[in-house]
């Protein structure tokens, strides 16, 4: 069973960068869409972005897009979101999370992931 393990937590002043990374335990990717999802305490879990394992298609949240990169490497068998000029509100619990389609039309909703990550927080201060 596929088990994802998400890292790269920290504390970042507003407008510094921090990445985090996703790895499956033990195993390739077999999902073809990986993704990363955050949460603050009391609100529902937030689409951040999404990628095809093919690397062909991305899909960001508006919010995210122009600032965050999500890429993987299959040599590491790794997903990363790289988070460039950060904000307060980018203060969060962030989730990888592998699902089996990449969809345009879906790739937002958390309800198609069936694999995710322990969670690791994200902390911008200003």
């Known amino acids: 069973q596929e088990q994802l393990a998400d890292s790269g937590r920290g504390l970042v002043q507003a407008g510094g960068s921090l990445r985090l990374s996703c790895a499956p335990s033990?195993?390739?990717?077999?999902?073809?869409?990986i993704a990363w999802f955050r949460q603050t305490p009391g609100k529902e879990r937030e689409f951040v972005a999404a990628?095809?394992?093919?690397?062909?298609?991305?899909k960001y949240a508006d919010s995210v897009k122009g600032r965050f990169t999500i890429s993987g490497d299959n040599a590491k068998n790794t997903v990363y979101l790289q988070m460039d000029n950060l904000k307060l509100e980018d203060t969060a619990v962030y989730f990888c999370?592998?699902?089996?389609?990449?969809?345009?039309?879906?790739?937002?909703?958390?309800?198609?992931?069936?694999?995710w990550g322990q969670g690791t927080q994200v902390t911008v201060s200003s």
């Open positions: 999370a592998s699902g089996p389609v990449f969809d345009q039309r879906t790739v937002q909703s958390w309800k198609i992931y069936s694999y």
């Open positions: 033990g195993r390739t990717f077999n999902r073809h869409a």
């Open positions: 990628m095809s394992w093919s690397g062909l298609y991305t």
